[in-house]
């Protein structure tokens, strides 16, 4: 059998049509969309002779019947709401393409790599971290709905989940779009993921005085909304200096209480985030976060309390992979790749803490991702399907 990247091609599209919106998809975890794309893999993983499951988390699985070595290869299925096409089903369709090539590989589409029920849960599911605990306990992140139930509904309640078999691996391996520019913006269509950044995600809560904004006069106040802007302009000041190259920070949410315009804020809460590949310089970061915070506890009348709601560690890519990727893009597509880390974060990252990892990106056009508009070339996404087929054959070679 050989690679037949027309048929891959096919599959997207195919896989495009469901759920459509725009140029792009919505397939929210377990929805009726989702479950039929799940459906609609696991009839494929059985047509080209795989063993073929769908788990009680929602894990598409497919098992190589014949002997080794192998390879696991996916990513997922679902989408962001309103979102793009390619994000996750490139790296299942792509993989499912590997078997049908003839090639001994496993192929999963990991359960709500996108976290409307939860963080990671198919792949933590998969390497024995999500606990029956975390299950009673998640709920849909949009509309407030138990998990267990929606299993229920969607038939996938009273069936086991799957284990990973590290042994049975010499790695896995995720295409993947960039979601960024860097590929484009260099004019190179390949990129081989040397890590996957880390995250640590905080809360700051400041607390001030809520009061009338006409009887209260400017040297009375206690405005948790101002000294919440002055904290976060002296934390985006100061960051540079601890932070690296491809270091990034955000502020994704500021909620001022009561929010009203008549109204002195009486609190305020954010949350801020980091990523570096390197543990060593987000330990800068935090230390340079905390000392922001207790520069501006030393300023401000109104006190910021610290909280550490988040962290992930990096995952870094397996070298033997990297090589493989390197030297399959080096003949396929010479001077057209580089190496670079993953500023987002994949299902890989978890099977990290079990089996060696490998990722693979085509460019973004304009880096757009997590909208309708996420689109790729196909010559690239050809050019990605031919790249990671010939990295998956050397490296079961050897």
Partial sequence: MTLDTARFL????TLRGIGTYRSGVHRPTFGPEDMQTRHWLAAQLEAAGLEATIDGIGNVFGRHRGPGPHLLAGSHLETQNQAGWLDGVLGVVAALELARAGLPVDVCAYADEEAHWGDFIGSRSLVGELTEAEIDAARNRFTGEALRP???EVGLAGRPRLALDPGR????????IEQGTQLEQ???RIGVVTGIVGIR????VITGQQDHTGGTTMRERRDAGLTAVRLLGLLDAEMPRAAAARSVWTTGRIALEPNAPMIIPGRAEIVFSFRDLSDAVMDRMEACLRAVVQESNRRERCPAVLEEIGRSA???SDPAIVAAFGTAATELCPGAWQAMPSGAIHDSQILARRLPVGMLFVPSIGGISHHWTEDTRREDLVLGMQV??????RLLAG
């Avoid at 096919?10 to 599209?13: A, K, R, T």
């Avoid at 691996?169 to 993947?176: F, N, P, Q």
């Avoid at 995600?201 to 700051?204: D, E, G, K, M, V």
């Fill in 10 to 13: 096919d599959d997207l599209d």
């Fill in 150 to 152: 929606k299993l229920a």
């Fill in 169 to 176: 691996y010499r790695g896995a391996l995720e295409m993947h």
């Fill in 186 to 188: 260099a004019g190179l």
């Fill in 201 to 204: 995600q905080f809360r700051i």
């Fill in 314 to 316: 990096p995952a870094l």
């Fill in 388 to 393: 990671l087929h010939a990295a998956a054959r």
